[in-house]
């Protein structure tokens, strides 16, 4: 199961749990299961960028993930 990882600002939104883990073939999906087991925690999770085993997407929907794989949201890029 891929290890989703929540750092301390999206946190409160988790009642204070910092990682689980979940069986989601790709980004989109655990989107999905987070806004289910988290109500209102994709409004901030539509601002984050999020690193699939170190890369980082700022559009990650079809990005699949592995069994093994490490989930962190980070602040969103902007470019110029």
Known sequence: MAQVHFGSGLQP?????ERIDLD?????EMLQELAE??????????QMAVAVDGQI???APYQK???T???HFV???GGG
């Open 13 to 17: 939104h988790t009642g204070g749990v």
């Open 24 to 28: 989601v073939p790709r980004v989109r």
């Open 37 to 46: 087991r988290y109500p209102g925690i994709e409004v901030q999770l539509e």
């Open 57 to 59: 997407y700022n559009d």
């Open 65 to 67: 993930l592995a069994p």
């Open 69 to 71: 794989s490490e989930v």
């Open 75 to 77: 602040p969103k890029i």
